[in-house]
């Protein structure tokens, strides 16, 4: 039986490399495959080994830093045959880069900000620490292989730190193609009532935390360019939501934009909308963009969303850059027309249904095994 050691500082069900972690874990639970968790916080889950490191700190960067040192003397004690880290951290084998990379991220992010925005992005010490502990691991005599969860993570992985191709697999995230179905549409109707959306309104769907990143500004003003049978529906958290709704009604938007919150039963909302739209700054692959398309969603989303690899334009979703308002409402009118999103959705669901929890630990478990049997 294999030992394996996962690294991931926060373990909650919410979050979408959280839900990456613990669907992981289920799957390789099957594989013949002894899990350990290694975290700071934990919540659900059961059929594994937790370790846990929570050292005092006050601030991200102290936070970060003194998880990677309590990690790495935590399993200095222990034997496992593989650790694979979630986290920027040196003591691992095998690292799963579901964060992308925080050069890049930067990169997208100052694209968005004025000159005092990029300023303070440039002199913040904590993306410093990040950038320094993402080289030290990349470049470190350690490392084996990073798990790219998509070709864009994998190329731009090579442009920053000049890693070869049989070090970076790409393992796409794996849905659950059974749980998220087109027959979620069950709950169209409760779900509408529930937030007072009008049974034959087109509505477009936003799942996702740090609406920033996510790309909700540019989606806010392309919804103000759409007819009044257009509502948006955001499933999700932000320190800053408040902010957001302030935008939103300074827009005209109060009625047919509706903050929900962090909801549980997130697959039910799927079945309520008619869009999922994640016009994000920089995404690696996002579950939600996977479990939209499974339900038979179309999708509009960016070029820097990993997961718009496996979209064509017109045929199973929509993508173009993250600030590209113009192209963003166009995309969102053209969804309007309700044959054009059974058609689209249909597609959708077709392209993602290879992509099942059991492929992604077959391919997981392989991995494994081809680095134990090199020297």
């Excluded at 990169?107 to 990029?118: T, V």
């Excluded at 993570?153 to 179905?181: C, M, S, W």
Aim: charged share 25%; with cysteine.
């Amino acid at each position: 039986m294999l030992k394996i050691a996962l690294i991931r500082q926060r373990y909650a069900q919410d979050g979408g490399a959280e839900r990456f972690v613990a669907r992981a874990i289920d799957a390789l639970k099957t594989q013949d495959v002894r899990v350990t968790l290694v975290t700071r916080e934990w919540s659900g889950g059961d059929g594994f080994e937790v370790l846990t490191c929570r050292p005092f700190h006050v601030g991200s960067l102290w936070r970060d830093y003194a998880f990677a040192r309590c990690v790495c003397r935590t399993l200095a004690q222990k034997k496992f045959d593989l650790v694979q880290s979630h986290e920027r951290i040196a003591c691992c084998d095998i690292y799963r880069a579901g964060d992308g990379v925080h050069r890049e991220w930067l990169k997208q992010r100052a694209r968005a900000l004025g000159w005092a925005g990029r300023l303070r992005l440039a002199l913040n010490p904590y993306h410093a620490y990040v950038k320094a502990a993402e080289k030290g691991m990349f470049t470190g005599p350690r490392l084996k292989a990073v798990i790219c969860n998509s070709r864009m993570v994998r190329d731009e992985i090579k442009q920053y730190f000049h890693l070869p191709d049989d070090r970076l697999p790409v393992i796409y995230n794996g849905v659950d193609t059974a749980v998220y179905h087109p027959d979620l549409k069950a709950h169209r109707d409760a779900i509408r009532a529930r937030h007072g959306v009008p049974s034959d309104a087109t509505l477009y769907l936003f799942v996702g935390s740090g609406f920033e990143r996510k790309g909700m500004s540019v989606l806010l003003q392309a919804m103000a360019r759409l007819p009044e049978n257009a509502f948006l529906l955001v499933v999700g958290r932000d320190k800053q939501a408040d902010r957001f709704q302030q935008r939103a009604h300074a827009l005209g938007l109060s009625r047919r934009v509706i903050f929900a919150g962090v909801r549980e039963g997130v697959r039910l909302y799927y079945g309520a909308a008619d869009v999922l739209t994640l016009p994000t700054l920089y995404d690696p692959f996002p579950n939600a963009v996977l479990e939209a398309m499974a339900s038979g969603l179309p999708v509009v989303t960016s070029l820097k969303c990993g997961a718009a690899e496996l979209i064509e334009n017109g045929k199973n979703g929509f993508a173009c850059d993250a600030l590209d308002v113009e192209n963003q409402t166009a995309f969102m009118r053209t969804l309007l027309d309700a044959e054009t999103r059974r058609r689209i959705g249909w597609a959708a669901r077709q392209t993602v249904e290879p992509l099942t929890l059991t492929a992604m630990s077959d391919s997981l478990v392989r991995l494994y095994r081809e680095l134990l049997a090199k020297p």
